[in-house]
């Protein structure tokens, strides 16, 4: 069934937005139209900045599901330049949208959120769910994000970014994995990781380095590259993982691999992949000839015999595996199995109970049939022993001459490219004493051991970590007495095995022996070091995934949350990592002169004037331990209700949908329900005027908006309005039912207990007596119950604090508020004496400080969120202007001769004299200046920011800006890029918007700079 074919089901009007059905329509028409993915397309333009001009025509969470979109889209189709513009816009898009102090955390659920919705296009319910998340995640809530972060095993990481997230053994497309260098790349920095290096197997193309070092580049992740070579040593392959270095960035590696000794090394490399294809595709016709049967008689169905070159398209562009071949013989045999499926419900109708029993059977032997059973039944090479084992050098049939070498003769050739180089070996199915003698003799050229690949470990193909590791930090070592004794003790083991080369074998371990000094001088000066790989694939349902973190590098919480969660699921390895935290501080002193320098030598000034510059976790070894300190990032996948059942699914049980998805003006209007009852109740039962009685509540209640709404105000527009936004487009309603909730419960805290219960009846505190005590105590404990909510809703650290001190910011008003008010209520001849005053204003306590409060809170949350708002604006003007200024440099070197300012003075004839090949200086201008059009009329603080900036730029800097933008003059121009959908589909917002305002924008400018 097609995604536009999906009807979705009746759901009651109470649960998700209209905002969220609108935004699952997007999707799914971006998934289904291909003539409207060609206009999003040009939303990916490099220069459009996320919060330009573009978002006039397509929604921000539209732009990031055809990202994601063109991310996970087909293996096959190369276009890599395609997916590597659609990564640098969804990091863009996902981490300009976050504006709260868990920014980076909630752009990582945020793609998590629409890669799902992306995948779940057959259960529209489940879209609508995930569609409401994302736009709910959005606000940057903790509680939201942390709970989501949750659902999908995301392990919270710092926001400073100095986590010590790695995975020094992943694979891509182009070998056994599922996912493009680009996707892989995108997953990693959802989960948190920080270093990756991903494997190939005996070669590696330059376009499949260049998309991932260029993807890597773009989510500031260290990527190395690394090739796995087989070499043959006894009766086995010794895996070494060669990792080139030295490379100053990107260009430098790609230079590297068209040298020509390299480019021949590669060659090789490729006959050594063919013969393993070979294998594998003997495989397939051995399973054709003996196990087809087999499974078609099992499982009662009829799978026609498989051909390869259906397979090779499955493959795509990895190099075939054993790991392809069962996944494709899974997807082959599915439709087979529903079909079987249908007939055995229909048998299974009024059928004896032995009968039903054996269907039954029947129908979970299909459930558990995974790729990983299929490999177990029918591919390993005990059930094949017809076809020659490639992994046993001895049976093998025209091996290629590269895996004919021993380690030492592969690790010269490699020692001959121009390049440095770490040697990774792989202990798959290697012990500690095949370990020793090769290490003996490579004589150093091995740098790392693998000692944790995760698929090895859980799947017990290495037993001996311990001994291992044990053997290279005694090799490291200086005391040659414990190398010698562990040597001695493999001696005495291999003594009593019945290996049948067991006589050459402890031959050479003597050697050894006697050879010891010289085996630590290889590592003496660089130590034997040890590495951790996940060995991920992303295919296998019942291994962990990608990515390890030491968790001493998480913040304590989620430390304990770990240890206490460790199981199946997220699993903490034995590996001890000797972590260290390493803070850089520095100083400027000399922008202070000599006398600065002076007093700055002075240790206990010198030690408070340091300043924080860079602070990073690392690793500096790894070590087998029992207590390890080293987890999983990647989880088991969840147990999906399987399709193979005797019972259909339930429709009512399926579309059970939980509360946290009702709409979300219902909740609003909940929370401000919640709050009022009790705010309302407090008052009518404490308060003998009818007055504070009945309208206590909605007192209180204003005085909550209209602080909400001061405050928003305050922080997006100022003093200088920006020219088409409204006062209501700076209110969040949202933030003012959450207000107003714990504004609500604040009344029968303050009013009740902390007034009538504790001061007034314990203690005796009242207006008349001690009225300092009443106000401070008051403000105070309001100030920690404010604070303390405002970190559960997530507000800027800087208001949650603030609201704290704000509590002895207004003890002094509360005061003056009640000293004014007592005087006003004598003026009128209200009352007769000050007594008489401040015994009624007793029952107006808690309003004045409440009132009090509220007229800091106005100031302290408006300024914290104006200072959200400027650091946005900075961010967006620091990387526009940047790019004006690149854009008029590359001008300046295209017209080498010419007065670049007075020649844009006329930009219609200057840019009408640009070369065809540089054409594309002209659509960077326009883009440029629409976007610092947008940010001028549209984003708050935008006229402050850019004041600023251009007041901090130079004369001549200035003009560049000045003269850049003239370029919006070009009216026909400009009109006719945005028709032809420079921004995308849905121009005519656009167009109005350019039309109606660029002369106004740009008079602006001119009579302030000009």
């Given amino acids: 069934m097609s995604k536009a074919a999906v009807q979705v089901p009746r759901i009651s009007r109470i649960y998700f937005d209209p905002a969220d059905h609108e935004l699952l329509a997007i999707v799914n028409e971006i998934l289904e139209n291909e003539s409207l993915r060609s206009h999003q397309k040009r939303l990916l333009d490099p220069y459009l900045h996320p919060h330009g001009i573009k978002e006039l025509s397509a929604q921000r969470e539209s732009r990031v599901a055809y990202a994601i979109i063109q991310l996970l889209r087909s293996l096959e189709n190369g276009e890599a330049g395609e997916r590597l513009q659609a990564l640098r816009s969804v990091k863009e898009e996902a981490l300009s949208s976050a504006i709260t102090d868990m920014r980076i955390n909630t752009a990582r659920v945020q793609l998590q959120l629409m890669k799902e919705l992306v995948r779940s296009g057959d259960d529209p319910v489940r879209q609508l769910e995930l569609a409401h998340d994302f736009r709910q995640v959005s606000g940057g809530k903790p509680g939201v994000v942390r709970r989501l972060l949750d659902r999908y095993h995301l392990l919270e990481m710092p926001e400073s970014g100095d986590q010590l997230t790695f995975d020094s053994h992943v694979h891509d497309a182009s070998t056994k994995g599922r996912k493009t260098p680009t996707h892989l790349v995108m997953d990693a920095w959802i989960k948190g990781i920080k270093q990756i290096t991903v494997v190939y197997y005996h070669f590696v193309r330059p376009e499949v380095a260049a998309e991932l070092l260029e993807a890597a580049e773009i989510m500031g992740i260290t990527v190395r590259i690394g090739v796995e070579l087989w070499a043959r040593h006894r009766a086995k392959f010794v895996q070494l993982i060669w990792v080139p270095r030295g490379f100053s960035d990107p260009r430098d590696f790609l230079s590297f691999l068209n040298e020509p000794v390299v480019n021949r090394f590669m060659k090789e490399g490729e006959k050594s992949a063919d013969y393993f294809k070979r294998h594998v595709l003997a495989l397939l016709d051995n399973f054709n000839k003996k196990h087809l049967k087999k499974l078609n008689s099992e499982f009662e169905i009829k799978l026609p015999p498989l051909e390869v070159a259906p397979f090779l398209a499955f493959v795509g562009a990895g190099q075939a595996s054993t790991l392809h071949l069962a996944e494709f013989i899974y997807h082959k045999v599915q439709p087979l199995f529903k079909e079987r499926l249908t007939v055995l419900r229909a048998e299974a109708k009024g059928a004896a109970p032995d009968k039903l029993k054996k269907i039954e059977e029947k129908i979970a032997k299909m459930a558990a049939f995974y790729p990983e059973v299929v490999f177990q039944n029918y591919l390993k090479s005990s059930k094949n022993p017809e076809v020659p084992d490639p992994h046993n050098p001895q049976t093998a049939v025209d091996l290629p001459a590269r895996l004919s070498l021993s380690p030492k003769e592969l690790l010269s050739e490699v020692n001959k490219l121009p390049a440095g180089y770490r040697i990774n070996m792989n202990l798959t199915g290697l012990y500690a004493p095949e370990v020793l003698e090769v290490l003996y003799d490579c004589e150093g050229l091995i740098t790392h051991l693998e000692l944790m690949n995760l698929k090895d470990y859980l799947t017990k193909k290495i037993n001996n970590y311990e001994g291992i590791d044990e053997l290279r930090q005694a090799i490291n070592g200086t005391n040659i007495i414990r190398l010698k004794h562990i040597v001695r003790r493999m001696i005495s083991d291999l003594e009593q095995s019945s290996e049948p080369d067991k006589e050459e074998r402890l031959k050479k371990m003597r050697v050894i022996l006697h050879d010891l000094p010289r085996l630590q001088s290889f590592y003496r000066e660089s130590p034997l070091k040890a590495q951790l790989g996940s060995d991920s694939t992303g295919r296998s349902r019942q291994l962990h995934g990608m990515g390890l973190v030491v968790l001493d590098s998480l913040a304590p919480s989620v430390q304990r949350k770990v240890r206490k ?446």
């Fill in 565 to 1010: 969660e460790n199981s199946i699921n997220r699993r903490i390895v034995p590996i001890k990592a000797q972590a260290l935290h390493v803070v850089t501080y520095g100083t400027e002193v000399d922008k202070f002169g000599l006398w600065g320098q002076f007093w700055h030598r002075l240790p206990i000034i010198n030690r408070r004037s340091l300043s924080k510059i860079e602070e990073k976790w690392q690793a500096s070894d790894f070590s087998y331990s029992k207590d390890g300190n080293v987890a999983t990032l990647g989880g088991i996948a969840e147990e999906t209700p399987t399709p193979y059942t005797l019972e259909e699914e339930s429709e009512r049980a399926r579309y059970k949908i939980p509360l946290r998805y009702m709409r979300s003006d219902i909740i609003n209007w909940l929370k401000v329900l919640g709050g009022f009852i009790p705010a309302f109740l407090s008052f009518f039962f404490t308060k003998d005027w009818w007055l504070l009685a009945y309208f206590g509540a909605i007192i209180w209640f204003a005085i909550t908006g209209v602080r909400n709404v001061m405050q928003s105000v305050l922080a997006g527009r100022g003093i200088s309005n920006a020219p088409l936004l409204h006062w209501t487009d700076f209110v969040s309603w949202g933030r003012v039912a959450d207000s107003l909730l714990y504004s609500g419960i604040s009344v029968p805290l303050l009013d009740w207990l902390v007034n009538g219960v504790i001061l007034k009846d314990m203690f005796g505190v009242t207006t008349s007596h001690h009225v300092f005590i009443l106000y401070t105590v008051n403000s105070l404990v309001n100030g920690v119950y404010i604070t303390s909510h405002n970190f559960m809703r997530g507000l800027p650290k800087s208001a949650a604090v603030g609201n704290f001190f704000r509590s002895i910011l207004s003890i002094p008003i509360a005061l003056g508020m009640s000293h004014l008010a007592g005087r006003m209520l004598l003026f009128f001849g209200i009352f007769a004496t000050i007594g008489e005053a401040n015994t009624e204003l007793q029952f107006w306590a808690a309003m004045i400080s409440k009132l009090a409060s509220d007229l800091v809170a106005a100031v302290i949350e408006g300024l914290a969120d104006r200072g959200v708002n400027m650091r946005l604006r900075k961010a967006d003007y620091k990387l526009k202007l940047s790019q004006i200024f690149d854009n008029y440099a590359k001008l300046e070197a295209v017209f080498p001769e010419k007065n670049l300012l007075a020649a844009l003075e006329k930009p219609q004839e200057f840019y009408s004299q640009l070369p065809p090949e540089q054409s594309n200086l002209e659509h960077i201008a326009i883009v440029n200046s629409l976007d610092m059009l947008y940010f001028w009329a549209y984003q708050p603080r935008a006229h402050t920011v850019f004041h600023e900036a251009m007041n901090a730029l130079s004369g001549p800097e200035r003009q560049i800006i000045l003269r850049s933008m003239s370029i919006l003059d070009l009216e026909q121009r400009i009109s006719q890029l945005l028709v032809e959908r420079l921004v995308g589909k849905d121009f005519n917002k656009a167009l109005a918007f350019y039309l109606g305002n660029h002369k106004r924008f740009m008079r602006s400018l001119l009579k302030r700079y000009a």
